[in-house]
């Protein structure tokens, strides 16, 4: 902890966070959640919020958009994906009718002739 707050990190980018302080320590962070005394020391010394440079609001705002992006993906796919099983639902019972209307007509053998169109 004290190298992180003096600004000397060895193991870490020198960031105040819980995370670089368990790297710094060389413990897990399950450990340093652990050690409450350390955490309450931690945030009477730490009391500023962690800032996020541009770049890394760049990247999450980047990573939010194309989150939202593949969730409407995912719901065209399954909207797409029910047309279709309504569209194989159709032709496979067209294709039953149409086998029955050729059995059918495969008995009788009688075509029905269309009368002519006569011109005048």
């Given at each position: 902890?004290?190298?992180l707050l003096?600004?000397?990190?060895l193991?870490?980018d020198?960031?105040?966070?819980?995370?670089?302080?368990?790297r710094?320590?060389?413990?897990s962070?399950a450990t340093?959640h652990?050690?409450?005394?350390i955490?309450?020391?931690?945030d009477?010394k730490?009391?500023?919020?962690?800032?996020?440079?541009?770049g890394e609001?760049?990247?999450?705002?980047?990573?939010a958009?194309?989150?939202k992006d593949l969730?409407?993906?995912?719901?065209q796919v399954?909207?797409?994906n029910?047309?279709?099983?309504?569209?194989a639902?159709?032709t496979a019972?067209?294709?039953?009718e149409n086998?029955?209307?050729?059995e059918?007509?495969?008995?009788?053998?009688t075509?029905?002739?269309?009368p002519?169109r006569?011109q005048?």
């Amino acid at each position: 902890m004290e190298r992180l707050l003096a600004g000397r990190p060895l193991r870490t980018d020198g960031a105040l966070t819980k995370e670089n302080l368990a790297r710094e320590a060389g413990v897990s962070h399950a450990t340093v959640h652990r050690a409450e005394d350390i955490l309450a020391e931690w945030d009477l010394k730490v009391a500023r919020p962690v800032l996020r440079t541009p770049g890394e609001v760049e990247r999450d705002e980047t990573i939010a958009k194309l989150r939202k992006d593949l969730r409407e993906a995912k719901q065209q796919v399954t909207e797409m994906n029910g047309k279709l099983d309504a569209l194989a639902s159709v032709t496979a019972n067209l294709y039953r009718e149409n086998l029955q209307l050729k059995e059918k007509l495969g008995k009788s053998r009688t075509v029905a002739g269309l009368p002519s169109r006569r011109q005048p």
